[in-house]
């Protein structure tokens, strides 16, 4: 590779770094052709942080005592419901759009309650025109789909709880 291409390709990656960062896009996949038997492939991404969210301080200057213990609870309770915490949660593993069907007006891939091998299909994310079918990680029931057909879906989102 000659030194003139390789600083154009370095360009090019950090002219995409800076589209991701300026857009507030999580990923960018480029594939350049330069002709027969040379290609580019480029993936850029990052993770956001999530927001670290206060909980809410329990102040009770004149609350009988037994109120304190039920207002220190519920931010636990609040934060074990999230379902990207569960540990039987399955998440979306790229950026794109949900199709819990192979095709429209066919039968769901999976629904509450169905019980899933290791490797069957959950759903599709369709992402850049691509149908990517996600596996079940492990042998289980479902227990909660947690996006809709047409749900736009960023990696790492939750989208389907197997006990």
């Known amino acids: 590779m000659s030194e003139k291409k390789h600083e154009a390709d370095v360009a090019f990656i950090k002219a995409l770094a800076e589209l991701l960062r300026e857009n507030d896009l999580t990923e960018l996949q480029v594939k350049r052709e330069y002709g027969d038997d040379d290609t580019l492939s480029v993936r850029v991404s990052r993770m956001i942080p ?59 891939f999976i629904s509450v309650g169905t019980q899933v091998a290791e490797g069957d299909t959950l759903l599709i994310v369709e992402a850049m025109k691509t149908m990517n079918h996600i596996p079940a990680p492990r042998a289980g029931t479902v227990k909660r789909i947690l996006v809709g057909d047409g749900d736009a879906v960023e990696y790492g989102t939750p989208l389907v709880i197997l006990e």
Do not use: I, N
Not at 59 to 65: E, F, I, K, N, Q
Not at 78 to 104: F, N, R
């Open 50 to 108: 999530a927001p670290v969210m206060a909980a809410p301080a329990a102040v009770s200057v004149a609350a009988p005592a037994a109120a304190a213990p039920v207002a220190a609870a519920a931010p636990v309770a609040a934060a074990s419901d999230d379902p990207a915490d569960h540990p039987g949660a399955v998440t979306s593993p790229m950026v794109g759009t949900v199709y819990l069907q192979p095709e429209p007006g066919a039968s769901s």
